[in-house]
């Protein structure tokens, strides 16, 4: 019984001393309307500092602010004006990555501009078939990874290690289980820390799975995740902080 009123008694005292206390205050962040220039639906962001912020998606279509969003400039790549740009990399303001999709195979392409727009170079042409790739990231303007959904038990994933031109390393990737693929989600199926470590979170099969990479993708280990996965579900983002402390969220079926 005294061990009872002793309980209520700091259950009590513990709720009067919380509603004594003034509430914390939570800072909350200031959203701005923006004017893209453009109606086409933007799917990924890459800000490189407070001013230079890069965005692509649909119709071909980027947009790039160079002073912190108060004017944006929106154009379409030539020749892509039927692809979808589902990852974007911005490296200052005149050099950028996008990471392009279509029906085709050959829709799936990588280009680069080093003038901020004006022109852009294909670096990367998919010619493997079903290949679909989903998303890249870089360890520095020179240095990227991009991953694809497995084809025939194999990751097409491609690295470049100087910015102009991409090798497949399917033969470095752990072997992928049946239909095991990525969701695209906006390019954050992949992420790159450090100078060489990486991770690409999977879904799509029996297990979702962490591909991992201590060494810039020259080899691999996979991980399974207690997430669940189906053909319509398992890891959608992942992101990490440093080489031991990551987050990856899910995505449930349909």
Same mark, same amino acid.
Request: hydrophobic share 40%; proline share 5%; charged share 15%.
């Given at each position: ?8 008694? /700091?259950?009590?005292?513990?709720? %009067? ?26 799917? *990924? ?37 039927? /692809? ?10 005149? =050099?950028a990555y996008l990471m392009s999709i279509g029906s085709n195979t050959t829709d799936f ?19 493997? =078939? ?33 910015? *102009? ?16 693929? *990525?969701?695209?989600? *906006?390019? %954050? ?35 399974? %995740? ?29």
């Amino acid at each position: 019984m005294l061990k009872s009123a002793l309980a209520v008694f /700091l259950i009590v005292a513990s709720a %009067t001393f919380t509603l004594g206390r003034e509430p914390e205050k939570v800072h909350q962040p200031k959203l701005t309307p923006q004017q893209s220039g453009t109606t086409q639906l933007l799917i *990924s962001v890459s800000p490189v500092n407070s001013r230079v912020v890069w965005a692509a998606g649909t119709g071909g279509t980027y947009v790039v602010t160079t002073d912190g969003g108060e004017t944006w400039k929106a154009a379409v790549v030539p020749g892509a004006e039927n /692809l979808q740009f589902r990852d974007v990399h911005g490296v200052s303001d005149k =050099v950028a990555y996008l990471m392009s999709i279509g029906s085709n195979t050959t829709d799936f392409r990588i280009y680069k501009t080093v003038d901020g727009g004006a022109t852009w170079t294909i670096e990367f042409t998919n010619e493997t =078939v079903n290949a679909f790739y989903d998303c890249f990231a870089f360890w520095t303007p020179r240095r990227g990874l991009t991953h694809s959904d497995s084809v025939n038990g194999v990751f097409p994933d491609v690295r470049t290690t100087e910015g *102009s031109t991409w090798q497949s390393i399917a033969a470095h990737m752990p072997p992928a289980l049946a239909g095991e693929a *990525s969701f695209a989600a *906006s390019g %954050t199926c992949i992420a790159t820390q450090g100078g060489s470590n990486a991770w690409i979170i999977t879904g799509g099969s029996t297990i979702a799975r962490i591909l991992a990479t201590a060494d810039g993708g020259d080899t691999w280990n996979a991980y399974d %995740t207690p997430l669940v996965s189906s053909p319509s579900a398992g890891g959608v983002s992942v992101a990490f902080r440093d080489p031991r402390h990551g987050i990856s969220t899910p995505q449930k079926s349909c």
